[in-house]
């Protein structure tokens, strides 16, 4: 079912999607998207396009009082990584775990073997799901980003936030209040990215 309209957030004009821009969790601070705020959040997300209703994408709310057992799980993906660390890293890596308002695993589950949704397909479906909860979010006003890293492939992490043996963690989405507005962006336009078939031919030329 549809979120209800007070729900969602501002209508959204083509000049907003194109000025998106990701922005570090670091500078993504309270407050966050509330529940029902959060709640369409993820009903765009489930939006995305999806053949055979595969729905080859979940997400897991990280809540604010279980920072400190993410904190401990980043630290065992980097050591898992990494082998020994020192002071330093292993400050690092639990920091990480306390930035952004709003933290959400995307949890993906890809199917071999579907002759008309080959797995590539289905990767599209999640980042299109992606994409819908970064648009979203912006529609309410918060900033947000997808980060990953060589953590997200790790046992201690898949294990930590319950994954099946047929899921993968693909990272983290944060969402907050942007404390500093990131920079422009600098991304190819039409020009560079659109073409036409078939080509037209010189004149004169055949």
């Known amino acids: 079912m549809a979120p209800p309209v007070s729900c969602l957030g501002d209508v959204m004009q083509i000049a907003e999607i194109v000025e998106r821009r990701s922005v570090s969790p670091r500078r993504l601070i309270e407050p966050g998207p509330n ?44 050591r898992e990584t990494h082998g020994a660390l020192n002071s330093d890293q292993v400050k690092r890596a639990r920091e990480k775990a306390e930035n952004g308002a709003c ?28 994409q819908n909860i970064l648009l979203a979010a ?3 006003g918060f900033g947000s980003m997808l980060v990953s890293g060589d953590k997200v ?24 209040t942007i404390s500093k507005q990131p920079g422009p962006a600098q991304r190819p ?15 004169g030329v055949k």
Not at 107 to 128: F, L
Not at 153 to 175: C, K, M, N
Not at 195 to 202: D, I, N, T
């Open 103 to 130: 933290l959400i695993a995307v949890v993906a589950e890809i199917r071999n073997g579907i002759r008309d949704v080959p797995p590539h397909e289905q990767w599209v479906s999640v980042g299109a799901a992606i």
């Open 189 to 203: 336009g039409a020009k560079e990215k659109l073409s036409y078939w078939p080509k037209e031919e010189k004149q």
């Open 138 to 140: 912006q529609s309410f």
């Open 35 to 78: 529940s029902a705020q959060l709640n369409a959040i993820i009903e765009a997300a489930c939006a995305a396009p999806d053949h055979r209703r595969l729905r080859p994408w979940r997400f897991v709310l990280i809540r604010k009082d279980a920072r400190e057992a993410l904190a401990d799980l980043f630290e065992a993906a980097a």
């Open 153 to 176: 492939s790790t046992r201690a992490l898949s294990d930590g936030l319950g994954l099946a043996p047929d899921e993968l963690l693909l990272g983290f989405v944060a969402i907050g």
